[in-house]
Each structure stands twice: as C-alpha cells, then as structure tokens.
C-alpha cells in the first residue's frame, strides 16, 4: 500500500531554513508526483507546491516563489522539501501528498502524517 | 483568506442526512474538478470525493459530491459519530496556477 512517512517535528529561529523529507513506499517512485500542503494551527489548508519525482520538475505556488525548493532522490525514494528564511508565520503541520492521475488530470489524493515546524525565538 | 467559500461549522443527529456547501469562482470550480477531503481530528486530510462526484477506493457512497457552476456541495447521508471532523473542498485554480482549498468546515455530530 502507498505510505509516505515524513520526518520529525522541527523548531527554528526567525530567519533559519527548515527541510522537511517526506520518504514513499509501496509504489513506483517515479510514476507519481508529490504536492506539498500546510496547515498553520487552527487554520484551513494552503498548497506550496509541486514536484515531479519523474525529472524533478517544480511548480511553486506565488506566494512562496523564491523561498522554497522541493527536491527529490530516487535512489531513496524520497522528496524534500526546504522552505528559507523562516517567520512565525511559517509555524504548521507540513504535509506531502502524492498525486493520482485520471485521464492525465492529478490530484493530492495520500497524504503523509505530517510534520510539525515551529517558528520561535 | 481562503479562495474557496466553506461555512465555517455544520451539525446534524445521528442518522440525518447534512450537506456543506462550496463557493468558488470561474477560474477554479468554475472551469475544474472539485475534490473533497476529510480531516480527523490530530490526523492527515483523507480523499473523500474526486471529480466532483467519484468515490476512491474505501469511501462508503454515505458520501456524495455535486457540483453546478462555481459552486459545489458535500453531502453526507446516514449521518454518524464517527463523521465528526472538518471538510475542505479543493479545486485547480487557473488563474493562480495552482490548487485552492476552502477555510474548512466542523462537522459536529449532535
């Protein structure tokens, strides 16, 4: 079955990177893209991005253009994820999520159990 | 903010049939997909609904997704305990070039 099992919770500083690994089982590696999503606390849902496990391919949302890399080794079969210069407003639950393709249309559909990155001075 | 309009709580008994509503626009549901998702409380989203109406592997049809125009709506029939938790409703957005979710709404059951 598909898992995704990411890494542990993180604190940083104001102005640190985090890299979050977000490590795929159960299917062909590079047949499936994986998206990341966040969650601050109490809030709703925000997508950051995209990656193509096949060539590496991104495609970041707007708002975090310059600030995020997504990353993938296949030898591990595993996505990274690094987001830079970090503020409190970055504190949330980090989520991968791999794609399921109909008819050459994805969609977020398995979910890794997320990890928790904590902005604090 | 969130792009997609969900109330922000819903409630109903055991048995009673509820229904969540989603408010968009002509560049995401207007022109795409819905896809909805459950959370549990402290776990991971879970696909509920794909293609405005398609059910994945594993989701009992208690759950059923429409869509018209720029809106769509969650509704769940049969309504049980284990149905307490918040939905999100979610769509590509052209315009952003990339994929929008609703604010989320607590489903509590009475």
């Known amino acids: 079955q598909v898992q995704l099992v990411q890494s542990g919770a993180e604190v940083k500083k104001p102005g640190a990177s985090v890299k979050v690994s977000c490590k795929a089982s159960g299917y062909t590696f590079r047949d499936y893209g994986i998206n990341w999503v966040r969650q601050a606390p109490g809030q709703g849902l925000e997508w950051m991005g995209w990656?193509?496990?096949?060539?590496?391919?991104?495609h970041y949302a707007q708002k975090l253009q310059g600030r995020v890399t997504m990353t993938t080794d296949t030898s591990t079969s595993t996505v990274y994820m690094d987001l830079r210069s970090l503020t409190s407003d970055d504190t949330a639950v980090y989520y991968c999520a791999r794609e399921t393709c109909t008819n050459d249309l994805c969609y977020p559909e398995h979910w890794g159990q997320g990890t928790l990155v904590t902005v604090s001075s | 903010q969130s792009v997609l309009t969900q109330p922000p709580s819903a409630s109903g008994t055991p048995g009673q049939r509820v229904t969540i509503s989603c408010s968009g626009s002509s560049s995401n549901i207007g022109s795409n997909y819905v896809y909805w998702y459950q959370q549990l409380p402290g776990t991971a989203p879970k696909l509920l609904i794909y293609?405005?109406?398609q059910w994945p592997s594993g989701v009992p049809d208690r759950f059923s997704g429409s869509k018209s125009g720029t809106s769509a709506s969650l509704a769940i029939s049969g309504l049980r305990s284990e149905d307490e938790a918040d939905y999100y409703c979610?769509?590509?957005?052209?315009?952003?070039?990339?994929?929008?979710f609703g604010g989320g709404t607590k489903l509590t059951v009475l």
């Open positions: 979610a769509a590509w957005d052209d315009s952003l070039s990339g994929w929008v």
């Open positions: 293609r405005n109406n």
């Open positions: 990656v193509s496990t096949y060539n590496g391919a991104t």
